[in-house]
């Protein structure tokens, strides 16, 4: 057992994945074993160096196989154009107030033409002004542009500028965001202001919108339960 090198734990390894088919926690239990035994036997520990560290390769391996693992995901549905259609439509008939209904549609809209995820246009707890969505500009009478201050994929927070136009469709961005930021301003709205606010005029929180989401796709029928704020 003395004589077992870092190379062929690898070969080992390998083998029990490619050929065997062994998932990465059976793995780990075999190489378990082989330590038990490597120590019971010569007192030599096989998996790591001389100076008790983890073979770097060999947990490379490893992580490798854990990595390639699929991992059970309760799949979400996408929110298409015609739910889209029909949660806007729901919510120009009246689902909660005016004013709620009002920010719940231009969310919707805002995140379906923008293809954000919900964190991006909505908030966690306290509003951020250096973080969250206050940023919108029409650059003329077809095109605004959304500032992200930050995003998942934006660590560093440099910013993006979503640049989105004015559409022949029944529901249009521009149309909708310009309406909206029209009643903010006339409401006291300034610059660093949250752009999507609550009933209470806070900052539009991420669980608040999922639960009015919910609420609505299940007055349409749809099983809520299949949607996220990854849908859109």
């Known amino acids: 057992m003395s004589n077992i090198s870092e190379d062929i734990l690898i070969c080992f390894v390998s083998y029990c994945q490619s050929v065997l088919g062994l998932k990465y926690s059976t793995i780990k239990l075999y190489l378990a074993g082989i330590r038990h035994f490597s120590i019971a036997s010569c007192s030599v520990n096989p998996l790591v160096d001389n100076v008790g560290k983890p073979l770097l390769r060999l947990q490379n391996i490893l992580n490798g196989i854990k990595k390639t693992e699929n991992k059970s995901v309760r799949q979400k549905l996408p929110i298409t154009y015609s739910v889209l259609h029909q949660i ?3 919510l120009q008939k009246g689902i909660f107030d005016p004013h709620l209904d009002f920010t719940m549609s231009t969310a919707a809209v805002i995140g379906f033409f923008g293809f954000l995820r919900c964190s991006e246009f909505t908030c966690k707890q306290s509003f951020d002004s250096a973080l969250n969505l ?5 650059v003329s009478d077809c095109q605004v542009n959304l500032r992200l201050k930050a995003s998942k994929t934006d660590i560093f927070r440099h910013g993006v500028i979503i640049k989105l136009f004015k559409t022949n469709y029944n529901i249009c ?3 909708q ?3 909206y930021v029209t009643s903010r301003k006339l409401n006291g709205a300034r610059g660093n202001d949250p752009l999507l606010v609550d009933r209470s005029n806070l900052a539009l929180r991420r669980s608040l919108f999922i639960d009015k989401l919910k609420t609505i796709l299940s007055h349409l ?3 809520a339960g299949t949607y996220s704020g990854h849908s859109f």
């Open 173 to 175: 961005l521009y149309v």
């Open 177 to 179: 965001l310009s309406k």
């Open 221 to 223: 029928g749809l099983n």
């Open 134 to 138: 206050t940023d919108v500009v029409f």
């Open 88 to 90: 806007y439509q729901h």
